[in-house]
């Protein structure tokens, strides 16, 4: 299973990227085999509004069935939630250190979007 | 003659200005319409004394998906330039707070699966005292279609057979200021010799021209003891025309804040409103 988490920079060891929609990139990780890309996230600037749909959009198109972020705004969530990705909010620390946290229970999986739009 | 009075920064004086101005010349024997376009926090309508208003709700068009009929194309989220609709499991997810009403989406769905459906989001509303007639619009809590009530007004606006129009503009500098003014005749922006007055009426300015709007400046709460103020000095280095100065004064701060400023403005500055008038007019023979 693929999971996407949002990351400032390119490695294992990158710090999590807070934010979701306009988060500066994501690790997917693999769990099969424990391989991992980087992906750009590149609506980041470019969208007034509606960074977080194409964001939700883009992590569908990638395979993942989770995703790790620090927040997730309304938008977001309703997308992500419709292609039945689970969300994981509140992360913090390095990529490798939230996708040990996730797979020792100590994240939570989150029901609702917590923060607004814009945030 | 559609004249839109506006500002940059808010608090300068633009409903103070609007509702004397309107009063006035009304007393002229002119037929004015004054249009409270600051829908998100109107306040024109409390200086007005003015009976039951009648109130319109105003709606907007959203699409709506019948999933049964959907054969998932991708028309519709292709169309969107607002993001507004994503296809996500091969449906149309449709995201209400980005959608423009375009109509988009409804048209390209080749089976039909996309309908309107009416969203209101605010109310119009209008009175007559005399030849005054005042429209004016509320967008709900938490609305985004602010623009939409504006136009809404303004549309009202054009139907009532008037002399003048004022419009009393929402502050700053975007969508909501821009809907307000575009295609008005004559722009009164409104400012203070403040450093914030300044800054913001340079952008005011810079927008004005980008529209191609015919404007001026009203120096509003003026300090007489500086001999010239920085706004004076700036409309001197850009070439603008002051349609009027009006004093800063306590009383006429506290007799607004009672909600009773009228008589005992529209009596001290009755030159002041003289000669904004006898300019609007010289404007409009010029168009004709």
Redesign the interface.
Known sequence: MKIAVTATGETMDATIDPRFGRAAGFIIFDTSDESFIYMGNPVKLESVQGAGIQTAKNIIDSGAKKVITGNVGPKAFTTLNTAGIEIYTGASGTVKEALKALDSGNLEKTESANVSGHW | MNIAIASGKGGTGKTTISVALSEYITKKGYNVVLADCDVEEPNTALFLNLGNKKTETVSVDIPKLNSIQCIGCSACEEICK???I????NLP?I?P??CHSCGGCVLVCPTGALYYEKVPIGIFEQAKKGSLHYLGGLLNLGKIQTATIISYVKDKAKKIKSDFVIFDSPPGTSCPFVETVNGCDHLILVTEPTPFGLNDLKLSVEAARAMNLDFSVLINKNDEKEKTNIIEKFCKTEGIHIIATIPYEREIAFAYSTGDFKKTFINRYSNELENIAVFLKKINKKED
């Open positions: 607002f993001s507004s994503a296809m996500v499991n997810l995201f707070d980005l």
